[in-house]
């Protein structure tokens, strides 16, 4: 007899996806928090995620998959347990960020084998990646986990912190919500939280600025300083064709 084939994206899954189709005037408009939605289940954007997107939202596989492809926050390969993005980007770079990566690389590879970009370790509990840009210049070099920060961070520190997530610890970020894993923070990017008020407030509330983020305004505050203001200069006219 002929097992059955497995079922990827169950009730629970399509009930989801109608929910954030249900969201929109246009249903293909649901298409990027959908991709977020099955990488909460399977870690990845697979072919079988591609099809059930484009089933869902009544598009073809390859106009789901340009947009797939398009992006670098949607995995093609299984991702580990975390996400671990280092930004080597000028600043985080130039601040260390490139010898955080190099180290990463090889601490959690070999100096024979290194780990490479979006590669995952043996344990399957980290992927490690090198991001362009993680926006937090004022707090470089800077590692995001499961897209949560970690800032002014140091060799050292790097390698404690993905030493923790390979002993199933979840360091609190510097800023953002406690750390989940990487299928749990892609179901909340989905747009699905817990109906629970407290357990809702327990998930996303931490904090969402640093003490060198505020300092330039606090500074004008103190001394009075604004914006000049700006004059309302009309615009030129256009020459009618």
Not at 151 to 161: P, R, S
């Amino acid at each position: 007899m002929t097992a059955a084939p497995e079922v990827i994206f169950d009730e629970d899954i399509v009930a989801k996806a109608e929910n954030l189709i249900a969201r929109y005037p246009q249903s293909r408009s649901a298409l990027l928090p959908m991709l977020h939605l099955v990488q909460s289940v399977q870690g990845y954007v697979s072919q079988e995620g591609i099809s059930f997107c484009a089933t869902q939202l009544g598009l073809s596989d390859a106009e789901v998959s340009a947009v797939a492809t398009f992006y670098t926050m949607y995995k093609r390969r299984p991702c580990g347990e975390h996400l671990v993005s280092v930004c080597t980007n000028t600043l985080c770079a130039a601040m260390g960020g490139d010898a955080i990566y190099k180290k990463l690389q090889t601490h959690l590879g070999s100096e024979e084998k290194p780990l490479g970009h979006n590669e995952t370790d043996e344990s399957g509990k980290i992927t490690l990646e090198h991001a362009e840009c993680l926006a937090a210049c004022d707090l470089a070099p800077v590692i995001q986990v499961n897209y949560e920060y970690f800032d002014n961070q140091t060799e050292d520190k790097a390698v404690a912190l993905v030493d923790a997530l390979q002993a199933g610890k979840k360091p609190q970020p510097t800023r953002g919500a406690p750390l989940t894993d990487f299928k749990g923070a892609e179901l909340q990017l989905a747009g699905f939280f817990p109906d629970d008020p407290v357990q809702y407030r327990a998930d996303i509330d931490g904090p969402s600025q640093a003490v060198e983020t505020l300092r330039g305004a606090q500074i004008a505050q103190e001394r009075g300083w604004t914006a000049p203001v700006m004059d309302d200069v009309p615009l030129p006219e256009v020459e009618k064709k």
